[in-house]
């Protein structure tokens, strides 16, 4: 047999099993879902909020006072999943929210706690 | 497993956060409103502990559905906990052909939903915290005036509740509260990306009709919405028109050209009408503007890959007939 002819053996049978695949799976394969989408628009949302909330200058001053690299800890919430960095948000404006009795710097203690507690910082390791 | 360094670090924030309060259910509630009650929702009396089923059966048939409390029994009731739980109820939902859509977390919201034709599911704990006894039920009267608040509830057609009992209660099962839309209903106090993931739900459990009209529904309310333009451009892909499909994706792209997401699937309703240069070309530009550290940098590849598979004549739209 010549090399052609093998070929075009392999082409049909590899085509074959695509169509195959491709008759179920039509719209599946490599498609984003919705959902998909949405989790990456919460996610970005999140990062923006996150990275407002360290950015402002009271609050990136007292970061720095604890020893922590504001930008360091941005660089690190854009490694977290998603379900993390969800969570992180979520913990922020809540604790936050019930904070602005405690002032600024208990504010930023409690953000530092939930940064620690989500593994980004570890300034609380002597605890 | 937290460590207890960890633990500790928790039960720190819990104190200092102890000033934060639950928001308050009953807020915004104009109490001159008229009352409003749903006197035609239908009533299954629930049998031993069956309240899920009961209360799901009451919403869903209000809605349109024909199903009945000991139709759905069996998909969300669990004998060994003697009772159902959340998920399923949503789920059930679904099956049924209904977009399950969690309300605010306040009596205003369920009077909203009321006053717009909706009996509203709630969870209550009519125990107290530490020794809860879990209740679902189904509001469909609210009376402002009076603060009085009317359910289908157990065994009781229509149980009269004070205003500040119902809240307790409800606010022990942290004012969790559904309804049931109609395909192609909207939510009275819609929220653009509650109502997209519960559209998202319900196409992804195959009822892609139901989700169509919801998504054409969105539209209507949020033209242009990168969101709510995905998940219509995704819905005419899965129904195979693609020239639709290609349409959406590429009013995404017109306001928000670095949206790789869209550009991804924009490659592929492309390669489905066997357009196949302009598909790689779409493709190669997605990898090209991919980070490397992209988390859906696999499924770029993966179109890539599929797209580089697919005979490039005959037409794809062509393929399954071939191949049965």
Redesign the interface.
């Known amino acids: 047999m010549t090399m052609k002819l093998w070929k075009q053996i392999v082409l049909t049978i590899s085509s074959v099993a695509i169509l195959s695949l491709g008759f179920t799976q039509v719209s599946v394969a490599g498609v984003i879902d919705t959902q998909q989408l949405i989790d990456a628009e919460n996610r970005s949302a999140a990062i923006d909020r996150i990275e407002a909330t360290l950015l402002r200058d009271d609050v990136a001053a007292q970061l720095i006072e604890f020893g922590v690299d504001p930008d360091e800890v941005l660089a690190r919430v854009q490694h977290m999943t998603t379900a993390e960095l969800l969570s992180l948000d979520g913990q922020i404006s809540e604790q936050t929210a019930g904070a602005s009795a405690l002032g600024i710097i208990g504010a930023v203690f409690l953000i530092l706690l939930i940064l620690e507690l989500v593994g980004v910082t570890d300034v609380f390791k002597s605890i | 497993m937290l460590s207890k ?2 633990l ?3 039960g ?2 819990a104190i ?6 639950l928001p308050d259910g009953s807020a915004n509630l104009d109490r001159s409103s008229a009352p409003v009650e749903i006197a035609a929702a239908p009533f299954f009396p629930q049998q031993q502990f069956q309240c899920g089923p009961a209360a799901l059966a009451t919403i869903l048939v209000h809605s349109g559905a024909s199903t009945s409390a000991s139709d759905l029994g069996p998909q969300v009731y669990i004998p060994g906990r003697q009772g159902s739980l959340q998920p399923e109820l949503l789920a059930a939902t679904r099956a049924a052909d209904r977009i399950p859509y969690v309300i605010d977390t306040s009596v205003s919201a369920i009077y909203a939903e009321l006053a717009a034709n909706r009996p509203v599911l709630v969870l209550q704990n009519l125990g107290i915290s530490q020794l809860p006894r879990w209740h679902y039920a189904v509001v469909v009267g609210v009376d402002p005036n009076h603060d009085k608040v009317y359910l289908r509830s157990g065994t009781d057609r229509r149980r009269e509740m004070k205003l500040k009992t119902f809240l307790r209660t409800w606010q022990r099962g942290d004012f969790w509260a559904f309804v049931a839309l109609q395909p192609g209903e909207l939510p009275t106090q819609p929220e653009l ?1 509650r109502f ?2 519960a ?3 319900v ?2 459990s195959g009822h892609d009709q139901a989700a169509r009209s919801s998504w054409q529904a969105a539209a209507r309310r949020w033209p242009e919405h ?2 709510v333009l ?2 219509l451009a ?1 819905n005419e ?2 129904a ?1 028109n693609y020239q639709q499909a290609e349409f959406h994706y590429r009013r995404i792209l017109a306001t928000r050209p670095d949206n790789l ?2 550009a ?2 924009l490659a ?1 309703a492309l390669a ?1 009408q066997a357009r196949h240069a302009e598909a790689l070309q779409q493709i190669n530009r997605v990898l090209a503007n991919a980070a490397a ?1 992209d988390p ?1 940098r696999p ?1 770029y590849l ?2 890539r ?3 580089r ?3 490039k004549k005959p037409s ?1 739209d062509e ?2 007939a ?3």
């Open positions: 360094r960890r500790s670090i928790l720190i924030v200092l956060s102890g000033c934060a309060t990306t997209a993931e559209v998202a739900a196409e992804a990168p969101v995905f998940g995704n892909l899965s195979k997401l869209a991804n699937n592929l489905y550290d859906l499924e993966q179109t890959q599929e797209i598979d697919m005979p794809h393929e399954p071939e191949a049965s």
